[in-house]
């Protein structure tokens, strides 16, 4: 019974040092520098989350994104100094605990899964759409947590619509919208990111009967009855329909 306790109770902490907990969700504190939309696999370390980025989609349409920016806390600011260190960014952060006034980061999450798996599905995803194909334990990083400059998160608190956008080649940026109107473009390369959310692929059928991308989830939860989690349990499923 001790053994077990002492088991999980390591578990437990080796968990709290690998994850992060932003706007009462649990993320992982990145290893290296990601952004939203891009597609990869995790690699086991019991150190350290370790999500190694293998496909980048091509966008053609903005895809909208949702954007909260919210102020530190103690355990938020030492998963983004962990973070900052693993990826040998400087700090930019200032942060005093027993100060009222504390400095802030943005929780930026895809919202519009519906174009974006149009994307996935389209011929120019071609490539990515046959990686998913063949490694049904992808995952695409769905939300991030951000510094930047106080000027650009202010921009960012005050737009009223952002898109992700992929004006150039493998390269994600983010629009702001104020009134209808582009406000102004930022590179997410000059934030840095501290923590990442993941999510997973569902599989199904198009109106003609072809496996497609129908949905998408969060990493832990299960495909519902009519979708799967792997094209190969589309094709299964197909065969012994036939059958």
Same mark, same amino acid.
């Given at each position: 019974m001790k053994k077990t306790a002492t088991i999980l109770?390591?578990?437990a902490i080796l968990t709290s040092c690998k994850t992060v907990v932003v706007n009462k969700q649990t993320q992982k504190i990145a290893s290296s520098a990601l952004e939203l939309a891009t597609i990869g696999k995790t690699k086991p370390n019991l150190q350290i989350n370790t999500f190694e980025i293998n496909a980048i989609p091509q966008l053609n349409k903005k895809i909208r994104v949702t954007a909260m920016v919210l102020p530190f806390n103690r355990a938020a600011f030492k998963a983004y100094i962990k973070a900052a260190n693993l990826q040998g960014?400087? &700090?930019v952060v200032k942060y005093v605990d027993s100060l009222s006034n504390k400095p802030m980061y943005v929780a930026l999450k895809i919202t519009d899964?519906?174009?974006l798996l149009e994307e996935l599905n389209g011929g120019h995803n071609v490539t990515i759409f046959n990686y998913l194909k063949t490694v049904p334990n992808a995952n695409m990083i769905s939300e991030i947590s951000m510094v930047f400059d106080a000027s650009i998160l202010s921009e960012i608190d005050q737009a009223e619509e952002l898109y992700l956008s992929n004006v150039k080649y493998k390269k994600y940026d983010l629009e702001l919208y104020r009134n209808g109107s582009?406000? &102004?473009t930022? *590179?997410?390369t000059k934030g840095i990111t501290f923590a990442y959310k993941l999510s997973s692929f569902c599989w199904? *059928? %198009?109106g003609r009967h072809q496996p497609i991308l129908v949905d998408i989830i969060d990493e832990h939860l299960n495909c &519902?009855? %009519?979708t799967q989690n792997s094209f190969q349990k589309v094709i299964k499923k197909k065969q012994s329909i036939k059958f």
């Open positions: 109770l390591f578990l960014k400087r &700090n899964n519906v174009t582009l406000h &102004n930022i *590179e997410l199904g *059928e %198009n &519902n009855n %009519n």
